[in-house]
């Protein structure tokens, strides 16, 4: 497709002097949820737009994190695109919370329906992006050293997608497979009578390990810190309640558009101290029983935000892992002492506690005995060496701004993004910075997106950037721009809304720590947390009044 907002006589042409056209009005990097639809939104403008992919498919997080377990713990119907009732008619999720591989057929089901391939290059990293204010123009170069040119530059590069091994001596001596969990081989791995580790017990690591328990020849589990997990209550979805779903959509997503993280389940409006203690743990064990997020979302409105509260309903949970964990030392391994519930991510759980009761898997504490190096054949800690024929590590990410980090990001006068963001990100709305002309980040930090069943949030940050790219359109506007002071505003509202916050006072990833990375150990706010309403209410807000806060030109 021709450029609609380019001069042709400006465009880059190949240094070998081939036709192949190397310019575009936007580029978007990342084929995953947030840049095929995207891709979708800027094809229906008429702009042509080029979509470079890591990957050899479409999928991102769902094409990646194929190991053992991975699934949904947003209910299915939830997390799909909403934009095409043609979609949301002929797609069947089969289960409520569905897997990884249901997942990525959704997503690939998509491409093709909507015709995304033609505009995509897999195979494709972006190692760098520079603006170019002659000319106006993101100047974008992949690993191989190929070259393309893009008036807008559209980043979909996903909160959790710089994944993050543990520093740990000796780690390359193993002489078995080693994975980490978002780079699981697309072939099934073998794990009957093997020797596995498992390092790390955040979501990932609770997943994999309550479905590989049972098929493995003995399973270590190596935790740092443990997480208050909760039951999944997954299971198929009937024909009665497909039907059901189908007509309850144009509901549902309206309802999705007002809870805060955009989830079915929203708080209950009583306060912990306003009901007895028998009609509290009556209530508490209606949300043990229940399906998904509610227990963590629907609870009574002040167990995330007032201690002596979290602190009651953190003992129910740790009673019922008392109940469910027969030897009472691993028991009380498997409890979080130092964070109350929900101020971390609460991994859902299918099995996971009982699967500490088989005779065959062991927990070991790493702050008790640490991991001291890896060697050929396994895994030394402070008191003991353990073989192993396969290490997994569940370590997660170098979270909301590590993939930023991770391509070379150069705005006016050659600013690096990373300079701009060292001591913490700096944004306008969490979908631009300052310095960084005709630059969006969708899913960034200080963006509602990373508090919120993703794809919700993704549909409102991609019709944003989607209006304001018909207005540059329209308008003939060829350089736009966050005002610094709109800039400083931005952060300090997001800062100033999740001071006091419960999670602001833990380390993990959503408060920006990460031992095996460089510098990541002091804390910094990346979500917007004053819920997608808000967020969504004044980005519509700054579209509705001329896109106040930025200069457009
Ligand atoms: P994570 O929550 O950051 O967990 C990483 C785990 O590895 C933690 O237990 C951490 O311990 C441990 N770890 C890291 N480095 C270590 C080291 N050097 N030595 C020992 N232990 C180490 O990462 P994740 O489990 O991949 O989950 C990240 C996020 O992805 C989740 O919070 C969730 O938002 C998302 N996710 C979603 C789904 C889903 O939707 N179904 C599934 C999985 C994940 P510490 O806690 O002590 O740092």
Redesign the pocket.
Known sequence: MSSVLLDATTAPVRADGASEDMSFDAIVIGAGIAGLYQLYRLRQLGLSVRVFETGSGVGGTWYWNRYPG?????ESYTYGYSFSDELLRDWNWSEHFAAQPETLRYLNHVADRFDLRRDIQFNSRVSSAAFDEATRRWNVTLDDGQRYAARFLITAIGP?SAYTL?R?PGADSFRGQAFH?YKWPQQPVDFAGKRVAV???????V?VIQTIAPLVGQLTV?Q??PNWCTPLHNRKITEEEQQKIKAGYPAMFELLRQTPGCYIHDADPRSVFDVTEEEREAFWEKLYSEPGFGIWMANFRDVLTDAKANALFSDFVARKIRQRVKDPKVAEMLIPKCHGFGTR?VPQETGYYEAYNLPHVRLVD?RRTP?ERITETGITTSDAAYDFDIIIY????DAVTGAFDRIEFRGVQGQRLKDHWADGPKTYLGLMSTGFPNMLTIVGPHNASTRCNIPRCIEQNVEWVTELMRSIRDRGVTRFEAISEAEADWSRHVEELAAGMLYTQV???ATGIN??VEGRNVRRILQYQGGAPSYRARCDDVAANGYKGMTLS
């Open positions: 991975a699934r949904f713990d947003s959790l543990p740990i969990t390092i790390g017990t955040g979501a990932t690591g997943q190596f740092r810190t991510r790493t991991i569940a370590t997660g990410f380390d993990s990833w031992s095996n």
